[in-house]
T-cell receptor, first 115, second 114 residues
Framework: AQSVTQLDSQVPVFEEAPVELRCNYSSSVSVYLFWYVQYPNQGLQLLLKYLSGSTLVESINGFEAEFNKSQTSFHLRKPSVHISDTAEYFCAVSDSGSSNYKLTFGKGTLLTVNP | DTGVSQDPRHKITKRGQNVTFRCDPISEHNRLYWYRQTLGQGPEFLTYFQNEAQLEKSRLLSDRFSAERPKGSFSTLEIQRTEQGDSAMYLC????????????FGNGTRLTVT
């Protein structure tokens, strides 16, 4: 079984400041890692994913995350945030060898970007 | 790709009533998942289908919950004898049958049990 810990439930930042949302996972098997974003009253949208290869993955809107196997972490970063980045962010893990590929989610981090 | 569609968006019901939600996945996706999300929590896995076969159910899915996916297309989730603790957002997701294929989520059905 896997589990995901998102260390911060809320992260308030000012516009154009850098941000890091922390995610640690626990698993006895190889994993795929994901970050999803959820805007109010909407479903989850995939932000980025790590499957294999380069440990640094990027999204189209400036976010990046780095897979660190030794620290079992997959922290999400952005060098300069915008008001529109205000949303809830979920880290998720799946067993790369499983046949069902279901995701196990963390509890989420609410990012609030203030002007 | 019209996305995953869920209906209704909101449902208010009285305790003890039955409710049914519908999910239409992306047409070429043969995997379909149901998740439940409560306030302040991440989505929790409920059940999963590959085509019409329900292959896994969470212990969260009590015997009052039943899900179907006839013909491997749309899916329904029924809750019988609703309780206030069933109030949550019910999310549906679909994906291609490849491990690296991400889940695509619908906008969810928000259930309020009064």
């Amino acid at each position: 079984a896997q589990s995901v810990t998102q260390l911060d439930s809320q992260v308030p930042v000012f516009e154009e400041a850098p941000v890091e949302l922390r995610c640690n996972y626990s698993s006895s098997v190889s994993v795929y890692l994901f970050w999803y974003v959820q805007y109010p009253n909407q479903g989850l949208q995939l932000l980025l994913k790590y499957l294999s290869g380069s440990t640094l993955v990027e999204s189209i809107n400036g976010f990046e995350a780095e897979f660190n196997k030794s620290q079992t972490s997959f922290h999400l970063r952005k060098p300069s945030v915008h008001i529109s980045d205000t949303a809830e962010y979920f880290c998720a893990v799946s067993d790369s060898g499983s046949s069902n590929y279901k995701l196990t989610f963390g509890k989420g981090t609410l990012l609030t970007v203030n002007p | 790709d019209t996305g995953v569609s869920q209906d209704p968006r909101h449902k208010i019901t009285k305790r003890g009533q039955n409710v049914t939600f519908r999910c239409d996945p992306i047409s070429e996706h043969n995997r379909l998942y149901w998740y439940r999300q409560t306030l302040g929590q991440g989505p929790e896995f409920l059940t999963y289908f590959q085509n019409e076969a329900q292959l896994e159910k969470s212990r969260l899915l009590s015997d009052r919950f039943s899900a179907e996916r006839p013909k491997g297309s749309f899916s329904t989730l029924e809750i019988q004898r609703t309780e206030q603790g069933d109030s949550a957002m019910y999310l549906c997701a679909s994906s291609l049958p490849v491990g690296s294929s991400p889940l695509h989520f619908g906008n969810g059905t928000r259930l309020t049990v009064t």
